[in-house]
């Protein structure tokens, strides 16, 4: 399992530990979506999550291992209208 720590006071180290993980989901990426676009989604997840570490933990194992080890419901809030919004 994979376990990431994020400082509360030090906002400098939650953005590169963000970053990081960012950049460790992007190489399990497949399909043929724009790199760019699947970068923001990411970015997106990641953020909306980083609060939820066991939530944050459970997406990484489930992507990482391409869902051969168990991992528990990742829960996203979504907009009003039910998307789940990515800016481009």
Do not use: W, Y
Not at 67 to 78: A, D, E, F, L, Y
């Amino acid at each position: 399992m994979l376990l990431f720590c994020f400082p509360i006071c030090q906002s400098s180290r939650i953005n590169d530990a963000c970053l990081s993980i960012v950049h460790s989901l992007m190489c399990h990426r497949q399909g043929g979506e724009n790199e760019g676009f699947a970068k923001r989604a990411i970015e997106s997840l990641v953020k909306k999550l980083k609060e939820k570490k066991d939530e944050l933990d459970s997406l990484i194992t489930a992507i990482t291992t391409n869902g051969v080890h168990p991992s528990k419901c990742v829960t996203i809030q979504r907009t009003l209208d039910g998307r789940l919004q990515v800016h481009h």
